[in-house]
């Protein structure tokens, strides 16, 4: 493809909805996108005593996100925020000082909750972080998402309810990573 995409999905939970959305999405996607999560479960703590010795599965991400031409970011809000494993993610991949793979990178974000705002704080959090780590990130349409009866179907495709909201998000999407890939 000739656009390879990292994806970030901020919950671990096996019936995890934003997996979910994570799945379903990236279906949606035009030929010429290839998109390949980026296991976060396996990293560490971050601790910066480690930056000199840093763990494989630290390694690991660094790499697929330096090598990626866009992330997606989906995640659940938690307590008005991003789960700590999404920014133990960020902090790893930001760091030794001067070696982050975020800089220059292009990205969108989007996130499903059960809660009625529909991971509308996170994401803003998430974008506070992401403006400090020079990644470009879409700013429209923003993607709010509530859980709803049948926005996937069983075969773990978009539901019909759901399908033109994020389809349009997705055409949306490629159009901004086409334009700001690195
Ligand atoms: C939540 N949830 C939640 N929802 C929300 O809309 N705003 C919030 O601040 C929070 N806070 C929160 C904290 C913690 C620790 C948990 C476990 C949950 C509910 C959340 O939206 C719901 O559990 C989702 O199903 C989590 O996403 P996944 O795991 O299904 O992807």
């Known amino acids: 493809s000739q656009y390879q995409i990292a994806v970030l999905v901020g919950s671990l939970r096996k019936d995890s909805l934003n997996q979910k959305l994570a799945n379903g999405l990236i279906k949606l996607a035009p ?3 290839s998109f390949t999560q980026v296991q ?3 990293l560490p703590l971050y601790n910066q005593d480690d930056d000199e010795h840093p763990a494989p599965a630290v390694v690991r991400i660094k790499n697929e996100i330096q090598s990626a031409n866009g992330i997606l970011f989906v995640s659940p809000e938690y307590n008005r925020s991003i789960p700590g494993v999404l920014k133990n993610a960020l902090d790893h991949g930001s760091r030794p000082a ?8 292009a990205a969108g974000i989007i996130g499903v909750s059960t809660g ?7 994401q803003q959090h998430l974008r506070n972080v ?3 780590l020079d990644v470009a990130v879409m700013r429209q349409p923003e993607g709010y998402l509530q859980m709803r009866e049948g926005m996937f179907d069983p075969d773990g ?7 033109a909201y994020l389809q349009n998000w997705m055409d949306k999407y490629v159009a901004w990573i086409r334009k700001n890939a690195a």
């Open 157 to 163: 495709n978009i539901g019909a309810g759901s399908r």
């Open 130 to 132: 992401l403006s400090y």
């Open 116 to 122: 009625a705002i529909g991971t509308a704080m996170a």
């Open 98 to 105: 001067g070696q982050s793979v975020w800089a220059g990178k």
């Open 31 to 33: 030929p010429g996108f």
């Open 40 to 42: 976060i479960a396996d």
